[in-house]
């Protein structure tokens, strides 16, 4: 059973950067045609997809977000990680890392965390 | 605003049966598969379908997807308490983005 955990920084500055970790246990992040992606939910919104990662290090982006999301992985630590820079209030939200069969479905979610952007 | 337009809420009795629809465009549902999502309060979504009309393991079949066209629906028969949760649809677009709709609340009365 594949399991998808968050960690990071609970709280950001505003103009700073969000950064965020997946671990991945029960299973090689490098195995099968899985893609990574990161996916976030503002108290009482709907979901918002950010980008996701291939172990080949492709990559794809929200193209609203695009300017500010660095989505990257290593395999030797099974992690895949989210970088979103100049931060503000807006991007406070609960962030969920997940696995993606391509075009298909979204099929295992962290359990999520919340970051809030406040000075 | 979403791209994929959900109501805001349905309801129906225990043991009932209600739909969710879904409605997008070519540049998404009309060109991909759509999958569903159940957030019960305070959890991570979960997958309930996928590829439209799948169902992964251990999902009852009182839950079912269809698509037709630029629209999808969710359907879910015999309704349970435990049923009460935010549902979710979600496809892709022609950018490769996921694309998701703005959630319905089911209430079971």
């Not at chain 1, 503002?42 to 950010?50: C, N, S, V, Y």
């Not at chain 1, 962030?95 to 979204?106: F, G, K, P, T, V």
């Not at chain 2, 066209?69 to 490769?96: H, M, N």
């Amino acid at each position: 059973q594949v399991q998808l955990q968050e960690s990071g920084p609970g709280l950001v500055k505003p103009s700073q950067t969000l950064s965020l970790t997946c671990t991945v246990s029960g299973g090689s992040i490098s195995s099968g045609s899985y893609y990574w992606s990161w996916i976030r939910q503002p108290a009482g919104k709907g979901l918002e997809w950010i980008g996701r990662i291939y172990t080949s290090g492709s990559t794809n982006y929200n193209p609203s977000l695009k300017s500010r999301v660095t989505i990257s992985v290593d395999t030797s630590k099974n992690q895949f990680s989210l970088k979103l820079s100049s931060v503000t209030a807006a991007d406070t939200a609960v962030y969920y890392c997940a696995r993606e069969l391509r075009l298909r479905a979204i099929d295992y979610w962290g359990q999520g965390t919340l970051v809030t952007v406040s000075s | 605003q979403s791209v994929l337009t959900q109501p805001p809420s349905v309801s129906a009795a225990p043991g009932q049966k209600v739909t969710i629809s879904c409605s997008g465009s070519s540049s998404n549902i009309g060109n991909n598969y759509v999958s569903w999502y159940q957030q019960l309060p305070g959890t991570a979504p979960k997958l309930l379908i996928y590829e439209n009309n799948k169902r992964p393991s251990g999902i009852p079949d009182r839950f079912s997807g269809s698509k037709s066209g630029t629209s999808a629906t969710l359907g879910i028969t015999g309704l349970q308490t435990g049923d009460e949760a935010d549902y979710y649809c979600g496809t892709w677009d022609s950018s490769l983005s996921a694309r998701f709709g703005g959630g319905t609340k089911l209430t079971v009365l």
